[in-house]
């Protein structure tokens, strides 16, 4: 079908924005939380509009398998069969009516007119059929008339209650049950999913050594639970905070401060004062490391593959000054992403990790000097720097995200099961060179925001079970005050339990 013009009808701006947004999601992969605040500016929509723009986007979003399960038992044809653009207002429709305190009449004559602007007189009466179709009933009466019988099809019936995929209600359940036992799962994996369907708070994160929790609780913040460097916005929007502008604050997650944290807290005996995080962009982890490392006079090398993505992490280390080494002092730029196991031409797991460790580019980088900060690109499988440079490094893997669910909202309709054979080749091969990276005796954190076995505990078995130089560390103690983590040594953060993202780390020492 020939692309449309967007609506841009003055009688409901916000709907057409939504709509559109929904348009870029859709066929250019684009990022909710990044195209929105653009969009909302650009068309001027602020306050409650903007509001319900993007409750409309995320809401939408989230509950689309849902949606499409509700609106392919009021049409006729296949979903597959409808004009994409009708079927998005059809959503937007759906959401209106069966999830938001929108009027019944306003969500149907709203989303007809917007049919009726994107494509024609005929699309508009075919969604005004369906979205009174859609709007005989609420959203548990469609529930109980499409989804699967709970008792015969658990998952079926989750996937379709609770809008995931059936492969990640799978996992997330396996995963759910490897760490708290089966019947803790079957009684959690509900609440797990509600968690990833509501919209997360604004965590902050007050940098060591430029800023305290307590300046944010000042400023209005609410004091967090468990990281002692966080503080939850009451409302607003952060980058309105000076903290925030100066660098000091920045907004993370807290399972993210957590992990970090159990990092730079674990006893190591010798010296402590070199610092990784291999895999670094945007910054987030960084921007913390960096703060706890220069408190004890340590070094930090913030190390990302992406050239682009090195820039963030320089923004988010911006705050700590002269501290940060300059840009051109950091010559090392390895622009390759091909991290394959092609690249490296190895077959087995064990030859894909050692073959990207033994394939090492030379060792150029200069480390930083104590008590400074330096941001570099490059492959973390092919390092640039000496194996055993390190006292303690933070491995944040490139993973599914199926933690993050609830802050992207897109994103489990973006992944597919056969994503994790690439995912955990690469993670396998970045923790190898992870730990020849530190010196015996250091630290290795593996993280990941994604709690699916594959790519956290089956990841760290194979690794540790290929090597005879690493031992686990019990990371439990390394959160103190944190409820329910489980059997150990690993750490699996819970979003309906912890409040935060379903972080993973596994703490390894280099024997
Ligand atoms: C989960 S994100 C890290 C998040 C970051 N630690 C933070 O807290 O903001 C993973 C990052 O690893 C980078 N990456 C992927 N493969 C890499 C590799 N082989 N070497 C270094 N970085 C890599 C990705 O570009 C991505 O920025």
């Known amino acids: 079908m020939a692309p449309r013009t967007t609506p841009t009808s003055p009688a409901d701006p916000a709907r057409a924005a939504a709509l559109e947004a929904l348009e870029a999601v859709r066929t250019r992969d684009a990022y909710a939380n990044l195209l929105l605040p653009k969009l909302l500016r650009e068309r001027d929509l602020t306050g409650r509009d903007a509001a319900f723009t993007t409750e409309l986007v995320y809401g939408t979003l989230r509950g689309l398998g849902t949606y499409d399960a509700v609106i392919a038992a009021c049409v006729d044809r296949s979903l597959d069969a409808v004009d994409p653009e009708v079927l998005d207002a059809l959503r937007l429709g759906a959401h ?27 699309a508009s009466r075919f969604a005004n059929a369906i979205l009174r179709r859609v709007g005989q009933r609420d959203l548990p009466q469609w529930i109980d008339r499409i989804a699967p019988d709970p008792q015969d099809d658990p998952e079926g019936y989750l996937a379709v209650s609770r809008s995931h995929p059936r492969w990640i209600v799978s996992a997330l359940w396996d995963s759910l049950q490897a760490h708290r ?16 369907n509501a919209r997360p708070g604004v965590t902050l994160v007050a940098r060591p050594g430029l800023a305290e929790a307590k300046e944010l609780t000042d400023l209005g913040a609410l004091a967090a639970r468990y990281s002692p460097y966080a503080a939850y916005l009451a409302g607003g929007d952060p980058g309105a905070l000076a903290p925030v502008r100066e660098g000091r604050v920045g907004v993370q997650d807290e399972g993210s401060q957590l992990v970090a944290a159990a990092l730079a807290a674990a006893p190591l005996d010798g010296p402590d004062e070199r610092w990784l995080d291999m895999c670094a962009g945007p910054g987030g982890k960084a921007a913390l490391l ?42 090392t730029a390895i622009a390759t992403a091909t991290v394959t196991a092609a690249a490296t031409g190895a077959g087995s797991d064990a030859a894909a990790t050692s073959a990207a460790t033994s394939a090492a ?39 599914t995200g199926l933690g993050a669910l609830r802050r992207r909202p897109e994103a489990r309709w973006r992944r597919g099961p056969e994503d ?3 995912l955990t080749r690469v993670q396998r091969r970045l923790l190898s060179s992870a730990i020849d990276s530190v010196r015996p005796g250091g630290l290795v954190a593996y993280v990941t925001c ?11 078995r194979q690794v540790v079970k290929s090597r005879r130089d690493v031992t686990r560390v019990d990371a439990r103690p390394l959160l103190p005050g944190l409820p329910d983590l489980g059997g150990g040594p690993d750490v699996q953060l819970w979003p309906h339990l912890h409040g935060t993202d379903a972080m993973y780390l596994a703490l390894l020492r280099r024997s």
């Open 96 to 122: 209106q009516l069966l999830a938001m305190d929108v009027p019944p009449h306003a969500a149907v004559s709203t989303t007809v007119e917007l049919v009726r602007e994107v494509a024609n007189e005929g």
């Open 181 to 196: 036992g089966a019947q803790r799962a079957h009684e959690d994996i509900g609440a797990l999913l509600d968690a990833d």
């Open 420 to 422: 994790l054979e690439r």
């Open 361 to 399: 580019i030379p060792a150029t980088t200069q480390l930083p000097k104590p008590g400074t900060l330096q941001v570099i690109a490059a492959d973390g499988i092919r390092a640039p720097w000496k194996h055993e440079s390190f006292d303690r490094v933070m491995l944040d893997a490139p993973c």
């Open 450 to 460: 994604s709690p699916h076995l594959e790519e956290t505990r089956d990841v760290v």
């Open 290 to 331: 960096a703060g706890l490392a220069l408190e004890r006079g340590a070094s930090l090398l913030a190390n990302e593959i992406a050239p682009h993505r090195t820039e963030l992490v320089r923004r988010a280390l911006r705050g700590y000054g002269d501290r940060l080494a300059d840009a051109t002092a950091t010559a």
